[in-house]
């Protein structure tokens, strides 16, 4: 559980207008926002589905969360991201990353913490293909009692 004095800074946080985020046939369609919940340790987000702009299928979903507590910092950052199955190996994940970079630099947000298993490559790959740096591997407690390894890297935007 996180401290609630860290969670303070978004007891008023007001969600904006992210616009339009598109490429050549991929956009990210805003899902819902997501509230701060102090004793659940939860930080204001925004929830995104990565949608094929022809087919208006969602091949997965993105989540921008506007900060970070200590937890955050080490597993889980500002942005966690899922590509279906059968749309991997497209890029979407590194795409629709790269998508929601003008909206961070609008929220301030910068060097945007991305946290993955070091073993899931395809996850490493993308990240290192935003050009993050990597800052450290190391174990962490996700749940009281259960720890996992994850590398936490920063992208300078």
């Not at 937890?71 to 994940?93: N, Q, S, T, W």
């Amino acid at each position: 559980m996180s401290d609630f004095s860290e969670l303070e800074q978004f007891k008023n946080y007001q969600f904006i207008d992210p616009g339009e985020m598109g490429d050549a046939d991929l956009e990210l369609i805003l899902r819902e926002t997501s509230p701060y919940i102090p004793e659940k340790g939860f930080v204001p987000a925004y929830n995104f589905s990565m949608v094929h702009t022809t087919s208006k299928e969602i091949m997965g979903n993105i989540d921008l969360r506007v900060g970070l507590t200590e937890k955050l910092k080490e597993y889980g950052g500002h942005i966690g991201y899922e590509v279906f199955e059968p749309y991997r190996g497209h890029r979407y994940a590194a795409r629709s990353c790269s998508l929601l970079f003008p909206f961070l630099r609008k929220l301030g947000i910068n060097p945007v913490v991305i946290t993955c298993d070091p073993n899931n490559l395809p996850s490493k790959k993308t990240i290192e293909s935003l050009g993050a740096v990597l800052i450290e591997t190391k174990q962490v407690e996700v749940e009281p009692g259960v720890f996992r390894l994850t590398s936490v890297y920063h992208i300078y935007i």
